[in-house]
């Protein structure tokens, strides 16, 4: 089983690509909604953040989260 992208215009599906088969086949013809396609374009936007954070100090960071965890900012408790 194979995947190929295409376009449907109305009234014909043209593939996007080339297609390698010769004889007479049966298909699956699945139609993308909007919200598929936004989810698609979403994660192309997540993946270009990869590598964001290779020039940050993360070990300061995470030094400074620890730090911070030690800092109490609860009001005594009188009984």
């Known amino acids: 089983m194979i995947s190929v992208k295409g376009i449907y ?5 043209k ?9 007479k086949s049966e298909v699956i013809i699945t139609f993308l909604d909007e919200e598929v396609i936004e989810t698609e374009k979403s994660e192309k936007e997540f993946y270009k953040t990869f590598g964001a954070w290779r020039k940050f100090d993360v ?16 009001k005594e408790v009188l009984m």
């Open 15 to 23: 593939p996007a690509e080339k297609i390698k088969f010769k004889k």
């Open 59 to 74: 070990d300061r960071l995470i030094r400074e989260i620890y730090k911070d965890r030690k800092v109490s900012h609860r």
């Open 9 to 13: 215009d109305g009234k014909r599906i």
